[in-house]
């Protein structure tokens, strides 16, 4: 799912694309995308892109008249730039947006159609999509605290909660917590004000980081400067799907707690001081075979 860091850099690529252009139409492939039915999407062709923001992971096109149309990419849904009128994918295809100076192109890559469209009027309307979730670049250390105070739950689950804080999924979750060296299960009852501090500053340093890699691989690209490839799993990424491989810090196997359609990668070394997380499948499987310690000592 693209998260905070992807977001951005897409939203950076329309607004050099749509911002300011007239929306001429709008092709969908499949009527099941869009959500809502007031106002029609027929209201949104013919407007200007007035601006092109982000409530958590959505993506939103402002267009005059108060029309904002908002699209969520869920897990395998992707924005293309293609010339102008260009065809609908005929397997991922979903939707088509025509501009003067080419279409964007909304994708899924998935048989499981999750990828939504909504289009609303008034930003009364608009405030319906916001969870209520901290922006990590724009908050403080108070207000960080706060949230991740505001409820007990493991740190995973909590920097993955919208309402607690926003734009962030698995992949950068699990990044964020391993630089930190702390535990996706640690408690965020059991935050020291230290390791609150410490978290603060690793998740903002590692978004921005992102953001600028990012960035440089967007405009260094092959094509027409959009970014093309957008993975949940990126060269470069300490721990998150890079199970069994070396952590880049300490050289341990990477190791991972699998639970529904999700995951949780982190280096046993560097963040549970050895200890073996109880992946809920496998640990209830292997019962008392399942090792609760890495050896540390040994060779990896």
């Known amino acids: 799912m693209p998260e905070l860091p992807d977001l951005e850099i897409y939203i950076e690529s329309l607004r050099s694309k749509v911002m300011g252009r007239i929306l001429l139409a709008v092709r969908l492939k499949t009527p099941f995308l869009?959500?809502?039915?007031?106002?029609p999407l027929s209201d949104a062709q013919g407007k200007k892109?007035?601006?092109?923001t982000r409530i958590g992971k959505h993506v939103v096109l402002e267009m005059e008249k108060h029309i904002?149309?908002?699209?969520?990419?869920?897990?395998?849904?992707?924005?293309?730039?293609?010339?102008?009128n260009a065809q609908i994918?005929?397997?991922?295809?979903?939707?088509?947006?025509?501009?003067?100076n080419g279409t964007l192109t909304l994708?899924?890559?998935?048989?499981?159609?999750?990828?939504?469209?909504?289009?609303?009027?008034?930003?009364?309307?608009?405030?319906?999509?916001?969870?209520?979730?901290?922006e990590l670049l724009d908050s403080d250390l108070e207000s960080f605290s706060e949230a991740l105070r505001m409820e007990n739950h493991t740190l995973k689950r909590a920097f993955t909660d919208p309402r607690l804080i926003s734009g962030i999924g698995n992949a950068y979750s699990d990044e964020i917590l391993h630089r930190a060296r702390i535990s996706p299960l640690k408690l965020t009852?059991?935050?020291?004000?230290?390791?609150?501090?410490?978290?603060?500053?690793?998740?903002?340093?590692?978004i921005i980081e992102w953001i600028q890699r990012l960035r440089k691989q967007s405009r260094s690209g092959a094509g027409n400067g959009f970014p093309e490839k957008v993975t949940a799993f990126r060269e470069g990424m300490a721990v998150h799907g890079?199970?069994?491989?070396?952590?880049?810090?300490?050289?341990?196997?990477?190791?991972?707690?699998?639970?529904?359609?999700?995951?949780?990668?982190?280096?046993?070394?560097?963040?549970?001081?050895?200890k073996l997380l109880a992946d809920r499948a496998l640990s209830r499987l292997l019962k008392a075979d399942w090792p609760k310690s890495l050896n540390l000592d040994s060779p990896t």
Not at 34 to 39: F, H, K, M, W
Not at 49 to 52: A, D, E, H, L, Q
Not at 89 to 98: S, V
Request: glycine letters at 8%; one cysteine or more; a positive charge.
């Open 68 to 84: 904002y149309l908002v699209i969520h990419l869920m897990v395998a849904g992707r924005f293309l730039w293609r010339e102008k």
């Open 107 to 134: 994708t899924e890559a998935a048989t499981k159609r999750r990828v939504s469209l909504h289009a609303v009027r008034g930003e009364e309307r608009l405030r319906m999509f916001d969870r209520g979730g901290i």
């Open 49 to 52: 892109v007035c601006g092109i």
């Open 34 to 39: 869009l959500r809502t039915v007031d106002p």
């Open 189 to 206: 009852s059991r935050l020291t004000d230290d390791e609150i501090e410490l978290l603060y500053r690793a998740s903002r340093e590692l």
């Open 89 to 100: 994918p005929k397997k991922i295809g979903l939707a088509a947006f025509d501009f003067e």
């Open 242 to 274: 890079r199970f069994g491989k070396p952590c880049p810090e300490c050289g341990t196997p990477i190791q991972r707690i699998v639970y529904a359609e999700n995951e949780c990668n982190y280096c046993p070394r560097c963040q549970t001081g050895g």
